[in-house]
């Protein structure tokens, strides 16, 4: 199944996809939300920027606990960790959206439905 949506992904789609994820490690909700807003012609590209969103949104969430929890100094391993889980979760984000596959980060909040 996930073989055959592979193959009906363009190339055009893979790369737009790959370039949410990877620019989602440097600036943050911005190239979901610009992905969101301008491809909504594109399925695929529509469901990773929705996905990219949600992880967006739920990681600034936690970097927001995590900075006010530095008062009392565990605040810095909180953030550490949402930064480490961040760059994992966009590379494999990545890896998939190059194979043309759906990636669903977990633990994420869903609220761009």
Do not use: H
Not at 33 to 42: A, E, N, Q, R
């Amino acid at each position: 199944m996930e073989n055959a949506q592979a193959e009906t992904v363009n190339q055009e789609s893979k790369n737009m996809a790959l370039l949410i994820w990877i620019g989602t490690i440097f600036f943050g909700f911005i190239p979901g939300l610009v992905f969101y807003l301008i491809k909504k012609d594109d399925p695929y590209v529509m469901g990773q920027a929705k996905e990219a969103l949600n992880w967006s949104i739920t990681a600034a969430i936690g970097l927001v606990i995590g900075g006010i929890l530095t008062v009392i100094l565990i605040g810095f391993l909180v953030v550490l960790a949402i930064w480490i889980g961040n760059l994992v979760f966009c590379i494999m984000g990545a890896v998939a959206c190059s194979n043309g596959k759906d990636f669903k980060v977990p633990y994420t909040l869903r609220l761009i439905k």
